[in-house]
Structures are given as C-alpha cells and as structure tokens.
C-alpha cells in the first residue's frame, strides 16, 4: 500500500505563487520510487478531472497540461519520497482541488495509470 498526502493548497489573488507538496509512503515491498511516476491532477466544480503535471522519479521526465506550461513546475526531492508543484501567475481557473496519485507507469497526464491517490487540497484563485 502506498499512502499520499498533500499539502500547500489555499487562497490566492490572480498573479500569485503556491507550492503544493505530496508526501509518498510506503512499505519498501510497496513503494520503489524508481518504479514510479507521480503525477498531479485537478478537479474543479462540475468539471471532470484533468491531468496537470507527471514526473518519472527514476528519469526525472516530466509532462505538463498544456494550460499550465511556463507557470508550473514539478519536481521531486533526493529521496524521492515528495513531490512539488510550484505554480507561478496562477489564473482564476486554476481554482480546483488538487490530488497526487502514483503509478507504476512511465510519465503520463492519464489518471487511468495511476493506482494510489491523495485525499486533495483546495487551491482557490481570485480575480
């Protein structure tokens, strides 16, 4: 079993800056993090979810919405254990809640590949 908890979401004006953090455990039977790509998807009222951002943790590849691209980065820490979302000139329709999941997968914006997934936090951009 391998467990997700994200972090960082919150309120911020149209222009600004969060940092949404995933925090990745497992058992080492469960979770090789060479195994996996961790990725971050979005949901927002009425809407279905929609892939933003994936990172390959043992390449280091990365794949992003094309919505996002030149705001969003991700990234993961050395021990592969959390991955990052900083998002830049977030708009008003970057209002969502914002789950990680993992997967044994290559990296891919498809929630279809990924098999463990986060309770979500809020992340609200005002006009």
């Known amino acids: 079993e391998v467990q997700l908890v994200e972090s960082g979401g919150g309120l911020v004006q149209a222009g600004g800056s969060l940092r949404l953090s995933c925090a990745v455990s497992g058992a080492a039977s469960d979770f090789t993090p060479d195994d996996y790509a961790v990725g971050w998807f979005r949901q927002a009222p009425g809407k279905e979810r929609e892939g933003v951002s994936s990172?390959?943790?043992?390449?280091?590849?990365?794949k992003y919405l094309d919505s996002v691209k030149g705001r969003f980065t991700i990234s993961n820490n050395n021990d592969k254990n959390s991955v990052y979302l900083q998002m830049d000139s977030l708009k008003p329709e970057d209002t969502a809640v914002y789950y990680c999941a993992a997967g044994v997968t290559i990296v891919t914006l498809s929630d279809y590949n990924y098999d463990y997934w986060g309770q979500g936090t809020q992340v609200t951009v005002s006009s």
């Open positions: 990172i390959e943790l043992f390449s280091g590849s990365t």
